[in-house]
Protein backbone atom coordinates (compact mmCIF):
# COMPACT_ATOMS: atom_id res chain seq x y z
CA UNK A 1 0.00 0.00 0.00
CA UNK A 2 2.82 2.29 1.02
CA UNK A 3 4.55 1.49 -2.38
CA UNK A 4 1.40 2.08 -4.32
CA UNK A 5 1.17 5.51 -2.85
CA UNK A 6 4.73 6.85 -3.65
CA UNK A 7 4.36 5.87 -7.18
CA UNK A 8 1.64 7.65 -7.39
CA UNK A 9 3.03 10.90 -5.27
CA UNK A 10 6.28 10.44 -6.88
CA UNK A 11 4.18 10.65 -10.26
CA UNK A 12 1.98 13.98 -9.10
CA UNK A 13 5.60 15.51 -8.52
CA UNK A 14 7.22 14.75 -11.41
CA UNK A 15 3.64 16.50 -13.43
CA UNK A 16 3.78 19.59 -10.97
CA UNK A 17 7.73 20.31 -11.83
CA UNK A 18 6.90 20.04 -15.41
CA UNK A 19 4.21 22.34 -15.06
CA UNK A 20 6.41 24.28 -13.33
CA UNK A 21 9.12 24.67 -15.76
CA UNK A 22 6.29 25.69 -18.68
CA UNK A 23 6.31 29.46 -19.17
CA UNK A 24 2.87 30.21 -19.35
CA UNK A 25 2.30 28.80 -15.74
CA UNK A 26 5.00 31.33 -14.88
CA UNK A 27 3.05 34.13 -15.93
CA UNK A 28 0.58 33.26 -14.04
CA UNK A 29 1.85 34.15 -11.02
CA UNK A 30 -1.74 33.11 -9.22
CA UNK A 31 -1.13 29.69 -10.55
CA UNK A 32 2.52 29.16 -10.41
CA UNK A 33 2.13 30.29 -6.58
CA UNK A 34 -0.07 27.39 -6.11
CA UNK A 35 1.85 24.70 -7.81
CA UNK A 36 4.64 25.87 -5.82
CA UNK A 37 3.13 25.24 -2.88
CA UNK A 38 2.04 21.80 -3.65
CA UNK A 39 5.36 21.04 -5.05
CA UNK A 40 6.72 21.74 -1.54
CA UNK A 41 4.06 19.49 -0.08
CA UNK A 42 4.92 16.76 -2.43
CA UNK A 43 8.42 16.87 -2.15
CA UNK A 44 8.21 16.64 1.69
CA UNK A 45 6.05 13.29 1.68
CA UNK A 46 8.25 11.70 -1.15
CA UNK A 47 11.24 12.42 0.86
CA UNK A 48 9.82 11.26 4.06
CA UNK A 49 8.86 7.82 2.12
CA UNK A 50 12.16 7.40 0.50
CA UNK A 51 13.74 7.53 3.54
CA UNK A 52 11.64 5.12 5.34
CA UNK A 53 11.77 2.73 2.82
CA UNK A 54 15.96 2.92 3.11
CA UNK A 55 15.56 2.98 7.00
CA UNK A 56 13.10 -0.04 6.42
CA UNK A 57 16.05 -2.34 4.50
CA UNK A 58 18.38 -1.27 6.79
CA UNK A 59 16.77 -2.52 9.66
CA UNK A 60 15.92 -6.04 8.09
CA UNK A 61 19.55 -6.00 7.14
CA UNK A 62 20.93 -5.34 11.08
CA UNK A 63 18.29 -8.48 12.18
CA UNK A 64 19.64 -10.50 9.45
CA UNK A 65 23.36 -9.90 10.88
CA UNK A 66 22.04 -9.57 13.86
CA UNK A 67 20.47 -13.07 14.34
CA UNK A 68 23.79 -14.08 12.77
CA UNK A 69 26.61 -12.41 14.89
CA UNK A 70 28.32 -13.45 17.71
CA UNK A 71 30.39 -11.56 20.29
CA UNK A 72 31.42 -7.94 19.90
CA UNK A 73 29.16 -8.02 16.70
CA UNK A 74 26.01 -8.87 18.31
CA UNK A 75 25.95 -6.01 20.69
CA UNK A 76 27.35 -3.73 17.50
CA UNK A 77 24.05 -4.82 15.66
CA UNK A 78 22.34 -4.37 18.55
CA UNK A 79 22.81 -0.72 18.24
CA UNK A 80 22.52 -0.76 14.66
CA UNK A 81 18.83 -2.43 14.88
CA UNK A 82 17.51 0.20 18.09
CA UNK A 83 19.23 2.98 15.52
CA UNK A 84 17.04 1.64 12.69
CA UNK A 85 13.85 1.39 14.58
CA UNK A 86 14.33 4.77 16.42
CA UNK A 87 14.78 6.59 13.22
CA UNK A 88 11.51 4.83 11.92
CA UNK A 89 9.56 5.83 14.97
CA UNK A 90 10.76 9.06 13.92
CA UNK A 91 10.17 9.09 10.37
CA UNK A 92 6.74 7.70 10.86
CA UNK A 93 5.69 10.50 12.74
CA UNK A 94 6.52 13.02 10.86
CA UNK A 95 4.74 11.02 7.81
CA UNK A 96 1.67 11.11 9.64
CA UNK A 97 1.86 14.49 10.33
CA UNK A 98 2.49 15.42 6.65
CA UNK A 99 -0.82 13.20 5.59
CA UNK A 100 -2.59 15.48 8.20
CA UNK A 101 -5.49 17.55 5.87
CA UNK A 102 -3.97 20.87 5.45
CA UNK A 103 -5.18 23.91 7.41
CA UNK A 104 -6.59 26.14 5.08
CA UNK A 105 -5.23 29.55 6.50
CA UNK A 106 -1.48 27.83 6.63
CA UNK A 107 -0.14 29.80 3.60
CA UNK A 108 -1.67 33.27 4.49
CA UNK A 109 -0.23 35.79 6.28
CA UNK A 110 -1.68 37.25 9.64
CA UNK A 111 -3.72 40.46 10.94
CA UNK A 112 -3.56 40.98 14.40
CA UNK A 113 -5.83 43.31 16.99
CA UNK A 114 -4.48 43.93 20.28
CA UNK A 115 -6.61 45.74 22.50
CA UNK A 116 -6.54 46.57 26.29
CA UNK A 117 -9.33 45.35 28.04
CA UNK A 118 -9.59 44.96 31.96
CA UNK A 119 -7.32 47.19 34.02
CA UNK A 120 -7.73 50.60 33.06
CA UNK A 121 -4.25 52.91 31.71
CA UNK A 122 -2.22 49.78 33.41
CA UNK A 123 -4.19 47.29 30.36
CA UNK A 124 -3.34 49.55 27.77
CA UNK A 125 0.48 49.68 28.90
CA UNK A 126 0.03 45.92 28.71
CA UNK A 127 -1.06 45.96 25.42
CA UNK A 128 1.74 47.83 24.23
CA UNK A 129 3.98 45.41 25.71
CA UNK A 130 2.60 41.88 24.02
CA UNK A 131 2.85 44.85 20.82
CA UNK A 132 6.45 44.92 21.20
CA UNK A 133 6.82 41.09 21.83
CA UNK A 134 5.44 40.35 18.77
CA UNK A 135 7.07 42.99 17.01
CA UNK A 136 10.44 41.04 18.31
CA UNK A 137 9.14 38.24 18.00
CA UNK A 138 8.61 38.59 14.12
CA UNK A 139 11.92 39.94 13.56
CA UNK A 140 13.78 36.57 15.04
CA UNK A 141 11.37 34.91 12.71
CA UNK A 142 12.30 36.39 9.66
CA UNK A 143 8.90 37.81 9.41
CA UNK A 144 7.71 41.28 7.99
CA UNK A 145 6.02 43.71 10.20
CA UNK A 146 3.63 46.59 9.34
CA UNK A 147 1.08 48.63 11.46
CA UNK A 148 -1.81 49.38 10.36
CA UNK A 149 -3.50 51.30 12.61
CA UNK A 150 -3.62 52.32 16.19
CA UNK A 151 -5.15 53.97 19.29
CA UNK A 152 -2.79 55.35 22.05
CA UNK A 153 -4.09 56.09 25.27
CA UNK A 154 -2.57 58.95 28.00
CA UNK A 155 0.68 57.11 29.21
CA UNK A 156 1.87 56.11 26.29
CA UNK A 157 0.24 52.23 26.22
CA UNK A 158 -2.55 51.36 23.13
CA UNK A 159 -6.57 51.04 23.74
CA UNK A 160 -6.00 49.43 20.36
CA UNK A 161 -3.54 48.52 17.70
CA UNK A 162 -3.54 46.37 14.59
CA UNK A 163 -0.48 44.96 12.82
CA UNK A 164 0.08 42.79 9.84
CA UNK A 165 2.30 39.91 9.72
CA UNK A 166 3.76 38.39 6.72
CA UNK A 167 6.14 35.58 6.50
CA UNK A 168 6.83 31.53 6.35
CA UNK A 169 4.79 29.77 8.57
CA UNK A 170 3.37 32.80 10.10
CA UNK A 171 -0.30 31.19 10.53
CA UNK A 172 0.87 28.27 12.13
CA UNK A 173 2.33 30.02 14.97
CA UNK A 174 0.36 33.21 15.60
CA UNK A 175 -2.78 31.49 15.28
CA UNK A 176 -2.24 30.06 18.96
CA UNK A 177 -1.63 34.18 20.44
CA UNK A 178 -4.93 34.74 19.95
CA UNK A 179 -7.18 35.08 23.27
CA UNK A 180 -7.40 37.23 26.15
CA UNK A 181 -3.71 37.38 28.00
CA UNK A 182 -3.25 38.32 31.69
CA UNK A 183 -0.73 40.70 33.26
CA UNK A 184 0.26 40.16 37.15
CA UNK A 185 2.45 43.22 38.34
CA UNK A 186 2.94 46.36 40.09
CA UNK A 187 2.17 49.36 37.59
CA UNK A 188 3.17 52.22 37.07
CA UNK A 189 0.34 53.82 38.05
CA UNK A 190 0.15 51.76 41.36
CA UNK A 191 1.76 54.23 44.21
CA UNK A 192 1.66 52.13 47.46
CA UNK A 193 3.76 49.17 45.73
CA UNK A 194 0.67 46.46 45.02
CA UNK A 195 0.07 43.81 42.38
CA UNK A 196 -3.05 44.38 40.51
CA UNK A 197 -4.31 41.76 37.82
CA UNK A 198 -4.87 43.59 33.63
CA UNK A 199 -5.77 41.82 30.66
CA UNK A 200 -5.48 42.60 27.15
CA UNK A 201 -7.03 40.53 24.22
CA UNK A 202 -5.28 39.35 21.22
CA UNK A 203 -7.29 38.54 18.26
CA UNK A 204 -5.62 36.68 15.37
CA UNK A 205 -6.97 36.86 11.55
CA UNK A 206 -6.00 35.36 8.67
CA UNK A 207 -5.29 38.28 6.06
CA UNK A 208 -8.13 37.89 3.31
CA UNK A 209 -6.97 38.73 -0.36
CA UNK A 210 -9.96 40.86 -2.16
CA UNK A 211 -10.70 37.55 -4.31
CA UNK A 212 -10.79 36.01 -0.80
CA UNK A 213 -14.38 38.04 0.53
CA UNK A 214 -17.00 39.76 -1.98
CA UNK A 215 -17.86 43.10 -0.38
CA UNK A 216 -20.88 45.07 -1.25
CA UNK A 217 -19.96 48.80 -1.52
CA UNK A 218 -24.06 48.98 -0.98
CA UNK A 219 -23.43 47.01 2.75
CA UNK A 220 -20.93 49.60 3.77
CA UNK A 221 -21.38 52.51 5.76
CA UNK A 222 -18.48 55.32 5.71
CA UNK A 223 -17.79 57.89 8.22
CA UNK A 224 -14.98 59.97 7.53
CA UNK A 225 -14.09 62.29 10.89
CA UNK A 226 -10.64 64.01 12.40
CA UNK A 227 -8.08 61.46 14.11
CA UNK A 228 -7.08 62.40 17.58
CA UNK A 229 -4.82 61.30 19.77
CA UNK A 230 -4.53 59.96 23.37
CA UNK A 231 -6.90 62.38 25.37
CA UNK A 232 -8.86 62.76 22.00
CA UNK A 233 -7.37 65.85 21.03
CA UNK A 234 -7.31 66.45 17.35
CA UNK A 235 -4.09 65.54 15.46
CA UNK A 236 -4.99 66.63 12.25
CA UNK A 237 -6.92 69.19 10.62
CA UNK A 238 -8.63 67.44 7.59
CA UNK A 239 -11.01 64.53 8.49
CA UNK A 240 -8.85 62.18 7.35
CA UNK A 241 -9.86 59.12 10.06
CA UNK A 242 -12.36 56.67 8.59
CA UNK A 243 -15.26 54.08 9.92
CA UNK A 244 -16.31 51.54 7.90
CA UNK A 245 -19.29 49.68 9.18
CA UNK A 246 -20.59 46.51 7.61
CA UNK A 247 -24.00 46.96 8.02
CA UNK A 248 -25.12 43.05 7.24
CA UNK A 249 -22.78 41.75 10.22
CA UNK A 250 -22.24 45.10 12.41
CA UNK A 251 -18.41 44.26 11.83
CA UNK A 252 -16.99 48.19 12.68
CA UNK A 253 -13.00 48.77 11.47
CA UNK A 254 -11.73 52.65 12.27
CA UNK A 255 -8.48 53.66 10.95
CA UNK A 256 -7.36 57.05 11.68
CA UNK A 257 -2.55 56.73 10.99
CA UNK A 258 -2.69 57.44 7.67
CA UNK A 259 -3.20 61.34 6.35
CA UNK A 260 -5.27 60.10 3.40
CA UNK A 261 -8.40 59.17 3.64
CA UNK A 262 -8.23 56.87 0.89
CA UNK A 263 -5.13 54.73 2.29
CA UNK A 264 -7.25 54.48 5.98
CA UNK A 265 -10.50 53.27 3.39
CA UNK A 266 -7.88 50.69 2.11
CA UNK A 267 -6.15 49.56 5.25
CA UNK A 268 -9.77 49.33 6.74
CA UNK A 269 -11.33 47.19 4.36
CA UNK A 270 -8.21 45.23 4.45
CA UNK A 271 -9.42 44.62 8.02
CA UNK A 272 -12.67 44.16 7.24
CA UNK A 273 -12.40 41.38 4.50
CA UNK A 274 -9.92 39.43 6.86
CA UNK A 275 -12.88 39.39 9.76
CA UNK A 276 -15.20 38.45 7.09
CA UNK A 277 -13.18 35.56 6.13
CA UNK A 278 -13.23 34.23 9.65
CA UNK A 279 -16.62 34.88 10.48
CA UNK A 280 -17.24 32.50 7.52
CA UNK A 281 -14.68 30.14 7.94
CA UNK A 282 -16.33 29.69 11.66
CA UNK A 283 -19.60 29.29 10.21
CA UNK A 284 -18.54 27.16 7.94
CA UNK A 285 -17.07 24.61 10.77
CA UNK A 286 -20.16 25.23 12.80
CA UNK A 287 -18.35 27.29 15.45
CA UNK A 288 -18.59 30.74 14.59
CA UNK A 289 -19.52 32.66 17.92
CA UNK A 290 -17.40 29.70 20.15
CA UNK A 291 -14.79 30.55 17.78
CA UNK A 292 -14.65 34.27 18.83
CA UNK A 293 -15.45 34.47 21.37
CA UNK A 294 -12.47 31.78 22.79
CA UNK A 295 -9.71 34.49 21.29
CA UNK A 296 -11.38 37.41 22.63
CA UNK A 297 -13.44 36.59 25.43
CA UNK A 298 -14.72 39.36 27.48
CA UNK A 299 -11.47 40.35 28.18
CA UNK A 300 -11.81 39.94 31.84
CA UNK A 301 -9.17 38.59 34.86
CA UNK A 302 -10.82 35.29 35.54
CA UNK A 303 -10.62 34.21 31.14
CA UNK A 304 -6.99 33.76 29.90
CA UNK A 305 -4.78 31.92 28.18
CA UNK A 306 -1.61 33.05 29.53
CA UNK A 307 -0.54 34.55 32.50
CA UNK A 308 2.65 37.34 32.55
CA UNK A 309 3.64 37.24 36.35
CA UNK A 310 6.60 39.72 36.67
CA UNK A 311 7.26 39.59 40.41
CA UNK A 312 7.94 35.79 39.51
CA UNK A 313 9.50 36.43 35.74
CA UNK A 314 7.47 33.40 35.09
CA UNK A 315 5.27 33.08 31.76
CA UNK A 316 2.03 30.16 32.06
CA UNK A 317 0.33 29.12 29.27
CA UNK A 318 -2.82 27.46 30.81
CA UNK A 319 -3.48 25.71 27.79
CA UNK A 320 -1.25 23.64 27.57
CA UNK A 321 0.11 23.44 31.54
CA UNK A 322 3.49 25.40 30.10
CA UNK A 323 5.72 27.38 32.31
CA UNK A 324 8.60 29.53 31.49
CA UNK A 325 11.01 31.59 34.32
CA UNK A 326 12.09 33.79 31.70
CA UNK A 327 9.66 36.31 31.23
CA UNK A 328 11.96 39.09 30.13
CA UNK A 329 13.36 37.25 27.47
CA UNK A 330 10.07 36.05 26.30
CA UNK A 331 8.93 40.11 26.25
CA UNK A 332 12.15 40.48 24.44
CA UNK A 333 11.00 38.22 21.47
CA UNK A 334 11.72 34.87 22.51
CA UNK A 335 8.32 33.03 22.08
CA UNK A 336 9.96 29.93 20.42
CA UNK A 337 9.70 27.63 23.19
CA UNK A 338 6.12 28.60 24.05
CA UNK A 339 5.52 28.47 20.06
CA UNK A 340 6.66 25.14 19.54
CA UNK A 341 4.76 23.56 22.35
CA UNK A 342 1.97 24.83 20.95
CA UNK A 343 2.55 23.58 17.95
CA UNK A 344 3.56 19.99 19.09
CA UNK A 345 0.25 19.96 21.55
CA UNK A 346 -1.81 20.97 18.46
CA UNK A 347 -0.25 18.48 15.89
CA UNK A 348 -0.74 15.66 18.67
CA UNK A 349 -4.39 16.77 19.33
CA UNK A 350 -5.01 16.32 15.42
CA UNK A 351 -3.10 12.78 15.17
CA UNK A 352 -5.38 11.91 17.93
CA UNK A 353 -7.98 12.39 16.20
CA UNK A 354 -7.42 10.44 13.04
CA UNK A 355 -6.33 7.58 14.61
Same mark, same amino acid.
Given at each position: ???? $?????? *?? &???????? #? +??? =???????YAELARR????DALVTRIGEVRRRTGDLEAAREMFAESSGDDRESMRREV???????? $?????? *?? &???????? #? +??? =????????????????FARDL?????????RMGWTFEVLGSEGSEMGGYKEITFLVKGDGVWTRMKHEGGPHRVQRVPVTESQ????????????????????????????????????????QSVN?????????????????????????????????????????????????????????????????????????????RLSDHRIGLTLYKLDRVLAGELEDV???LVADEQTRRLTEVD
Open positions: MMDG $RFDELE *RE &LADVEGRL #A +DPA =VFADQDRHKELDAAEADLA $RLAQEL *RL &LLLPRDPN #A +DRN =VIVEIRGAEGGEEANLFEMYRAWAGGRIHTSSATVTVLPEAAEVDVSIDPGDLQVDVYRSSGPGGTTDSAVRVTHKPTGLVVAMQDEKSQIQNRAKALRVLRSRLLKLEQDRQAAEASEARRDQVGGGGRSEKIRTYNFKENSDA
